[in-house]
């Protein structure tokens, strides 16, 4: 059973780089694309982004400038770095599993996620 | 960026009725169109991908439908445990984008 796990610092100061690492158990990183959601307080889902274990990166162009995704195939984990935080980075950070499904076209859907991560952004 | 447009963005309903979510693609995407549950304090679940393929374990209650911009979740018969806040989501270009959410509550 493929379960994934989000892990990382609760309160992080204003300015600073959040970061997060997602830890997966039950699948192999080496398939598939896996990104990080979040979720403002009373608001809905906001894609950040997703890495591939190639490498390769895909981000939300609204959050571009700050966001660094990256893999470590070796501890089967991907984690997010968010620079230049500010109060309206608090949110509840999700991991989960971008599967591709299709064979002559692809499409993808989110089929497995981690339990949420806190983060509040305060002094 | 693709934005999903869901109606409404909530609701209150009774047990056993037919509750009815619509998403609407700002452009066409075929059928691929994705539906979450997020039950409170809970991370989103999949229930429907490619517009109408029920996910293993879901219940037969939800079903899904729609191609290319318009989009429909039916929850028919509506359990108790239904109450939560559905997504739908584009699983084709990225950026991903989510509709904005339909609050499920229970009358």
């Not at chain 1, 009373?42 to 997703?50: D, Q």
């Not at chain 1, 400038?65 to 501890?75: A, P």
């Not at chain 2, 490619?50 to 929850?75: E, K």
Request: aromatic content about 10%.
């Amino acid at each position: 059973q493929v379960q994934l796990l989000e892990s990382g610092p609760g309160l992080v100061k204003p300015s600073e780089t959040l970061s997060l690492t997602c830890t997966v158990s039950g699948a192999s990183l080496s398939s598939d694309y896996w990104s990080w959601i979040r979720q403002p307080p009373g608001k809905g889902l906001e894609w950040i982004g997703y890495i591939h274990y190639s490498g390769s990166t895909n981000y939300n162009p609204s959050l571009k400038s700050r966001v660094t995704i990256s893999v470590d195939t070796s501890k089967n984990q991907f984690s997010l770095n968010l620079s230049s935080v500010t109060a309206a980075d608090t949110a509840v950070y999700y991991c989960a599993r971008d599967h591709r499904r299709g064979t002559t076209s692809y499409y993808y859907d989110m089929d497995i996620w981690g339990k949420g991560t806190t983060v509040t952004v305060s002094s | 960026d693709i934005q999903m447009t869901q109606s409404p963005s909530s609701l209150s309903a009774s047990v056993g009725d037919t509750v009815t979510i619509t998403c609407r693609a700002s452009q066409s995407i075929s059928s691929y169109v994705n539906w979450y549950q997020q039950k409170p304090g809970k991370a989103p679940k999949l229930l429907i991908n490619v517009a109408s393929n029920l996910q293993s374990g879901v219940p037969s209650r939800f079903s899904g439908s729609g191609f290319g911009t318009d989009f429909t979740l039916t929850i028919s018969s509506l359990q108790p445990e239904d109450l939560a806040t559905y997504y739908c989501q584009q699983g084709y270009y990225t950026p991903r984008t989510f509709g904005q959410g339909t609050k499920v509550e229970i009358k």
